[in-house]
């Protein structure tokens, strides 16, 4: 029998890649039903491709429901954001009532495990993850860690000035950076979906792509940008100061896990599970910089107001 998914979130920001991904071949052949999940009161339009057989069905959710909405699914892709810490906790405590086998966590950004300070989003997870391995250890759970999100990280909020020509890294702008698109996060998750329950990795790190700062910056100067003017600031002073006090917010402390060689998703870093969820790229062909660099002429958020008033 091919499995049932529930999407969690579906509608959100990467939610809306991921159903995508379960929505399109060949990835959609490997499943029975896509349950779209949304607390909203209508759902985004998804619209599985003509080619796909599998049976689409969309439920809203809330905190009242959350076994009944999970009924006959074995796996749950929970992409719900970073506010809605809460009702995932709520949602995680509903899964013993259910038959769900395979678990996918809340998580999809950098591998904050590693970390050697604290961090109020992050340490949420870690406590998400925590209890789920207290109410369903025999639950499978994969955590999926894509580094930065491709289209969303060239920006100033990374020290990205594309409007000005003026990138600033936070240590050595020879660091290996990786990237992972948005498309591609989803297809990395159906195709851990699809494979045997025995063969999901607990842990699985994407490379959509890696490069260095210094390298994006001659990405970007040859799709359009012109000169690109790379300084470096100190990464421990930066680091500290980043530090001195919690946060919610993460952009500050990505910058220098860049230059701490802590979101490098190859085989000189964390290693990355690209060859599982598809060798060769023969399901599709990894989202790349130069792509991004070639969409936007070299200035990716080149017009988005910085710093927000």
């Known amino acids: 029998m091919k499995p049932v998914v529930a999407i969690a979130g579906a509608t959100g920001h990467l939610g809306k890649h991921v159903a995508s991904a379960f929505l399109s071949p060949p990835l959609c052949?490997?499943?029975s039903e896509i349950i779209l999940l949304s607390r909203q009161d209508t759902l985004s339009p998804q619209v599985p491709d003509s080619r796909c057989e599998v049976k689409l069905t969309t439920?809203?959710?809330?905190?009242?429901n959350l076994a009944a909405a999970l009924e006959d699914v074995q796996i749950l892709v929970n992409t719900v954001g970073a506010s809605g810490h809460e009702f995932k906790e709520k949602l995680l405590r509903a899964l013993p009532e259910t038959e769900v086998e395979v678990y996918f966590p809340s998580e999809f950004g950098v591998d904050h495990y590693i970390h050697d300070f604290p961090h109020l989003e992050w340490d949420q997870k870690t406590k998400h993850f925590n209890l789920a391995?207290?109410?369903?250890?025999k639950v499978k759970v994969c955590r999926v860690f894509s580094g930065l999100f491709l289209e969303d990280s060239i920006g100033p909020w990374f020290g990205f000035d594309t409007k000005n020509g003026k990138y600033e890294?936070?240590?050595s702008p020879h660091t290996p950076i990786s990237f992972t698109s948005l498309d591609d996060v989803g297809r990395s998750v159906a195709a851990l979906c699809a494979l045997p329950k025995e063969k999901i990795p607990d842990v699985a790190h994407l490379a959509g792509d890696t490069q260095s700062i210094s390298e994006i910056a001659g990405i970007m100067k040859d799709a359009g940008a012109g000169q690109i003017d790379v300084t470096e600031i100190s990464l421990q002073k930066y680091k500290d100061a980043t530090t001195a006090q919690t946060s919610w917010y993460p952009a500050s402390y990505l910058r220098f896990l860049?230059?701490?060689n802590r979101i490098n998703h190859t085989s000189t870093g964390l290693g990355n599970v690209n060859e599982l969820v598809n060798a060769d790229q023969k399901l599709w062909k990894w989202g790349s910089l130069a792509d991004l660099a070639n969409q936007e002429r070299g200035t990716p958020w080149k017009d988005f107001p910085w710093p927000p008033k």
């Not at 439920?59 to 009242?64: A, I, M, T, V």
């Not at 391995?133 to 250890?137: E, V």
């Open 29 to 31: 052949s490997h499943f």
């Open 59 to 64: 439920r809203k959710y809330d905190e009242n």
């Open 133 to 137: 391995r207290q109410l369903t250890p």
């Open 169 to 171: 890294s936070v240590g």
């Open 258 to 260: 860049m230059g701490e």
